[in-house]
């Protein structure tokens, strides 16, 4: 048996949405993988290659066997994975959570065949993520909102007008996510819980038909003002692209920063100094792909 899966990079929190809006970009691991004999063997090019564990161990492998406990007979076969990796790791591109989606893909594969039930894609791989934002958007697409409450998971499509789109500034130093969630404080004033919810919501508003709203949707209080001591360049060129009216934030846990809005509203932060950032413009991403 042969299967491949291409699963897009994410972007997570859009500032106000910490651990539950995602979004997909058109920016995508590319997976091959063979069913045959006995053991694994890994073969990884691009991001990750010399890095990444070539065992059991690896995310994509370890994400095969927990979907194949799930919806098979739960034993490992034989297998041969290509994985063409593309999304830089520890940047805040959600690369762990598409190498997640790509095992939960092929395991899927494996164990029932013909197109994967995106829900239960979702749901099983926001559970193995921790959290919900990045998983949601690489099995659907688009952008998401999915949150994990009491061990279940929820996942909603959010509407997207056509014309947004997306930049991303990424520097070349890495915050691996671990590091960043421990910074992040227990509680939180009700002030601001308030100004949060009030901001995602306006987001939401932002990103399906009023881009003007997108400003002050990507505000946040929760989680970006405590990671800034760990990406002090990523949090000045976040606050110098709001200043010049970017709808920036920073992307996932860092220490990309990231953009959404109309192409106008991302032309205003072309004279914004970013040395030691390379600059990428996107589209919305589709969800993962499982093909034969
Ligand atoms: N394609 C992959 N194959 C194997 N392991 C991977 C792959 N992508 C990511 N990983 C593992 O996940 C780690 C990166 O995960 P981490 O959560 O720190 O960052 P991220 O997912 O890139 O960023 P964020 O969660 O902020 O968007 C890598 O160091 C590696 O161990
Ligand atoms: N919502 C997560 C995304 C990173 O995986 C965080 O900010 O920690």
């Known amino acids: 048996m042969r299967l491949r899966v291409r699963v897009p990079a994410t972007t997570a929190n859009v500032g106000s949405g910490f651990d539950c809006i995602g979004i997909a970009i058109d920016w995508y691991d590319e997976l091959e993988l063979e069913v045959r004999g006995s053991g694994v063997e890994l073969e990884v090019t691009g991001e990750g290659a010399g890095q990444v564990p070539l065992d059991e161990s690896h995310l994509v492998v370890a994400s095969i066997r927990r979907g194949l406990e799930e919806w098979g007979e739960g034993r490992l076969p034989g297998l041969v994975l290509r994985s063409h990796n593309t999304i830089p790791h520890s940047r805040g591109l959600g690369s762990s959570a598409s190498a997640i989606v790509a095992g939960l893909a092929f395991a899927w594969g494996i164990a029932r065949g013909g197109d994967p039930d995106r829900t239960e894609l979702g749901r099983l791989a926001s559970l193995l993520e921790g959290h919900a934002d990045n998983a949601a958007a690489a099995v659907f697409g688009g952008a998401t909102l999915g949150w994990i409450q009491d061990g279940q998971v929820a996942i909603h499509e959010l509407p997207v007008a056509p014309d947004l789109r997306v930049r991303v500034w990424i520097p070349e130093f890495e915050v691996p996510t671990k590091g960043a969630r421990a910074v992040l404080p227990e509680r939180i004033s009700r002030t601001d ?48 692209l709001r200043d010049a009216g970017v709808p920036a934030a920073i992307s996932g846990a860092g220490p990309t920063v990231f953009a959404i809005g109309t192409p106008e509203q991302l032309r205003s932060g072309d004279s914004v100094a970013h040395d030691g950032f390379v600059v990428r413009d996107l589209a919305l991403g589709h969800g993962v792909e499982l093909r034969r």
């Not at 919810?197 to 997108?214: D, I, K, N, Q, Y």
């Open 193 to 240: 819980a308030v100004a949060q919810a009030a901001a995602a919501a306006t987001l939401v508003l932002g990103l399906g038909s009023r881009p003007e709203l997108l400003l002050r949707g990507t505000t946040d209080r929760l989680h970006q003002p405590f990671r800034a001591e760990l990406m002090p360049t990523s949090h000045a060129l976040m606050l110098g």
